[in-house]
């Protein structure tokens, strides 16, 4: 009866740990929860951790003292993340995928949710040492990649809007000029979305010269906070030289051609 | 030995069915993973599934025959979706929340990964029946809560973007004419996004007049599909004739007093 009761324990807790990516929970939350005592869960939670520690399935991390507890935090091996990366780049370099104009079509790949949970983790943990306060993105096609990067550091996210929306309060907005088609556009934060003082990182799908980003740098600084690092799923070659300095993508792409109908995207080494 | 292999593939099994709801895996695939007979599998599956039903943490469905397999759905209990739904009310109520024009702001909310995980799986619970290929928005506040529910379904998300954008490829686009503004607005999708003959639930953050939604559901009709579902956060108790005759809301907005600064918002009754 007893080696049931742990077994039922064992697959609630790998659920409700796992279900909400660095979330704190304490340990009495699982004793009320059980009706067992504190150290039986810690049993239970020791034997949890050496379990997805053993399967590269993630870190159990306990925190001691009064405020403490237990999360989960996803994490894949460097060789499983290479493998979806490389997977992704190859589902991208179908000639189909070539739009008139020389862009290349990603909307299916990064609206698709088991693809995006795993590039959240993965740019989670390769940001995580930067302890960042919020994950900011501007809309819309980044949207869903930016929130299951937000979901895996279980942080919120805040969208940038184009233009100003009336619906959002009082905010700040900026001009700014993209890198690519020198265009002048306007992009703008509800006043609130930010705390002052907070440490941000920003999430986007594509990145070319770089001035999307630059902007949003600036948008941060006028609510007096700070952007700590950049990533994108997916960066061109061309140009080398980005209006951003620091910044992580994680697929390179080298050349979309619209006559040999040829695409070269690769994963970027680190 | 034997015994702690078990509590091993226990935990492993649950991380990995759990992390990936609706997505059906093959016995096979679990049995190369660890290395055991298919019944000793399917004897793990049946104690994992009588757990998740009794803690109400959702259901584990086995689909049998050659392309069968087993996959996890999540699911609450009436009264757990209710207690979500009533405390996402009172946190909306607040009079802080009340923007110039008779507005709520809701973007923290809505950009809050824990409670859009929630949210996402209470529209899958209610409209799993339809059995739609497509979960549909539209840009942008609601994007991460259709993605949440795109991914509780497994299924891919599809973004309507307000005009037409050149880095989509071709695209179909409608007039419309917003229900409450009355302002005449654009609104496109990509051909390829969806297939032709394809069943569509519309998942959105917001509906006044539900002009937004009359707009989609013709949008879609352009591409030979059909809408079977409208879900959305929060409608409006005022008007109470909606443009679309059939949807669901998971919260009323009844009043938004910016003089008395009183904000009636109260889950729906089904």
Redesign the interface.
Known sequence: MDKVRR??R???L???L???PN?LFSLNYFCELFGTAKSTISEDIL??KQ??H??E?GTLETVSGAAGGVRFIPGKSKEAAYKVLSDLAEQLSTPERI???G?L?M??VL????L??EIGEIFMNRFQKLAPDYIVTI???G??LA??T??AF??????V?QGSK????PSVSINYVTGSTKRIQTMSL?R??IAAGSRVLVIDDFMKAGGTAQGIAELVQEVNSEVVGTGVLVATAEPAEKLVEDYQALLILHEVDQHTKKVDIRPAIY
């Open positions: 077994i039922d064992l697959i609630s790998t659920k409700v796992s279900d909400m979330y034997t949890i379990v997805v053993q399967a399935l739009i008139p104009g862009f079509y909307s299916d609206f698709t949710p088991r995006m949970v809309e819309t096609k949207i869903p929130f299951m937000a979901r279980n942080l919120p996210l805040v969208i809007r009336v619906t959002e309060g509800p609130r979305a």
